[in-house]
Each structure stands twice: as C-alpha cells, then as structure tokens.
C-alpha cells in the first residue's frame, strides 16, 4: 500500500524559512515532486526531483526553494527560504512510480505572515 506522509508545514513570517519532509512507503517512486493550492487557485507546480538527483522548479520559487531526497530512506524534502505571503498555500507531496502511477500526500498548511 502506497504511502505519502508530510510533516513540517505551520506559520512563518515573510522571509522566513520552513524545511518540509514527505515520508514514502509501498513502491519505488521514479519522481517525486511538491505542488500547492493557495485558497481560490488552482493546484500548481513547485518542485519535481527524480531518482537520478535532477530537479526542476517553478519560476516563482527558483532561487529560494531546494528539493533534495533520500532514496535509501524514500523520503523527499523542500527546503523554503526567504518566504513571501503569496508561497502562503497547501503543499502537496507527490510521487510517480514506475509505472506512470500518481500519488498524492494529504496536504500541509504553510501560512507566510507580514
């Protein structure tokens, strides 16, 4: 049984930084990534890594924001620095197996206040 559990969302002033981490279980994952929904908005795209170490990024939050994973422990990890109120949103944890299959984490909560 596939498995995504995030931890480490909360609230931040404007600039700040928040580490979020997304544990893994139940498959082998060829890429995992971050997405967020802000309220009103779309689900849009942060940060893809895959299984080789190559990242890519949205251009909002290049520069700023670094995803890195630990394939020996399938957890997954954004690191976000110099926040602004509009990164304010639910990040979401994804992974695509092998296969082409997606899964989703359950969403946690970053709130960036000026």
């Known amino acids: 049984q596939v498995q995504l559990v995030e931890s480490g969302g909360g609230l931040v002033q404007v600039g700040g930084s928040l580490r979020f981490s997304c544990a893994a279980s139940?498959?082998?994952?060829?890429?995992v990534g971050w997405y967020r929904q802000a309220p009103g908005n779309q689900r849009e795209f942060v940060a893809t890594?895959?299984?080789?170490?190559?990242?890519n990024y949205a251009d909002s939050v290049k520069g700023r924001f670094t995803i890195s994973r630990d394939n020996a422990k399938n957890t997954l990890y954004l690191q976000m620095n110099s926040l602004k109120p509009e990164d304010t949103a639910v990040y979401y944890c994804?992974?695509?197996?092998?296969?082409?299959?997606?899964?989703w984490g359950q969403g946690t909560q970053v709130t960036v206040s000026s």
């Open positions: 994804t992974a695509r197996t092998i296969l082409g299959s997606d899964y």
């Open positions: 139940g498959s082998f994952f060829r890429i």
């Open positions: 890594i895959t299984s080789g170490g190559s990242a």
